[in-house]
């Protein structure tokens, strides 16, 4: 009996264990080159009275200056989409699996300045000078930050430079920015029949705690978490993009969400910049 006693307390502790939200696999494959193809798509269709980023509001030109799409050329020849920030006139930032997660590698980031459509118009810079951070953990999205390298590129009333934070502060509680060209819904409800532009939402940072009662060990301390309750947050190609407060100040780079989608009500994971500040200053 003792064998089947030790089966059963086994079987029961692992019910009982925390059953945590799991993250995306390949970024590339099951979102970025799908989204890509979509938001090509809503475009060329002229489907474009504003309406990415769930549960936000169409952005206008010059609103955020420091916000730069990614157009990605993959190594396969396939096209995949980020976002970004510039941080000086030669240097911007982004997440790290933009420019490789698991079996996907890009070869070409196309920075989009200036626009509010991600296929057209505005300014566009192409680079292969990519620098992520030595730490970064693919499976984990642990330390997902990496630098773009550019040439020159003049600052005006539409590009700009964001700035990074000092000091050490949680954010905890604030109301932050989100800005991305990615989807606004699930499922059908974001297909290319949805209006496609330029996007930004307003969330609330929450603790670490908070967020790891979902994620679990993917939390760590340079993780930044933003709640999700009322079915807002960043989502499928918003990858890369700004988490700001007013300065405007760059506190997160979007990271990860739940693969179960965006309306959920769950938390999105962003690189915490302040954890990143010397290693970003080394590099400007």
Avoid at 148 to 157: L, S, Y
Avoid at 200 to 217: A, K, P, Q, S, Y
Avoid at 241 to 267: E, K, Y
């Amino acid at each position: 009996m003792r064998p089947i006693l030790v089966v059963l307390l086994l079987a029961v502790a692992a019910s009982a264990a925390p059953q945590y939200e799991p993250i995306f696999y390949d970024y590339h494959q099951d979102i970025g080159i799908p989204e890509a193809a979509r938001i090509k798509a809503a475009e060329e269709a002229m489907d474009f009275d504003g309406s990415r980023i769930v549960g936000g509001s169409a952005s206008n030109v010059g609103q955020w200056p420091f916000f730069a799409g990614l157009v990605i050329t993959m190594t396969t020849g396939g096209t995949s989409v980020c976002g970004s920030s510039l941080l000086s006139n030669t240097r911007a930032v982004t997440a790290a699996h933009c420019w490789r997660h698991r079996n996907s590698q890009a070869r070409q980031f196309t920075l989009v300045l200036a626009s509010n459509r991600l296929f057209s118009g505005g300014t566009r810079i192409n680079t292969n000078r990519v620098e992520m951070h030595a730490s970064y953990n693919q499976n984990t999205l642990a330390n997902d930050i990496a630098v773009i390298i550019i040439n020159h590129v003049a600052f005006n009333n539409n590009i700009n430079r964001i700035n990074l934070p000092s000091g050490s502060a949680s954010y905890a509680g604030n109301q932050a920015v989100a800005v991305g060209f990615g989807r606004t819904a699930d499922g059908a409800a974001g297909n290319i029949n949805n209006n496609q532009a330029l996007r930004h939402v307003t969330l609330t940072v929450i603790t670490n705690d908070e967020c790891r009662r979902t994620f679990g060990n993917t939390i760590i301390a340079s993780t930044l978490c933003t709640s999700g309750a009322g079915g807002r947050s960043t989502c499928g190609g918003d990858s890369g993009g700004p988490l700001r407060i007013n300065g405007p100040i760059l506190i997160g780079v979007t990271s990860f969400g739940s693969s179960a989608g965006c309306q959920r009500g769950f938390p999105a994971g962003f690189a915490r910049v302040t954890s990143f500040v010397a290693w970003l200053r080394a590099r400007l």
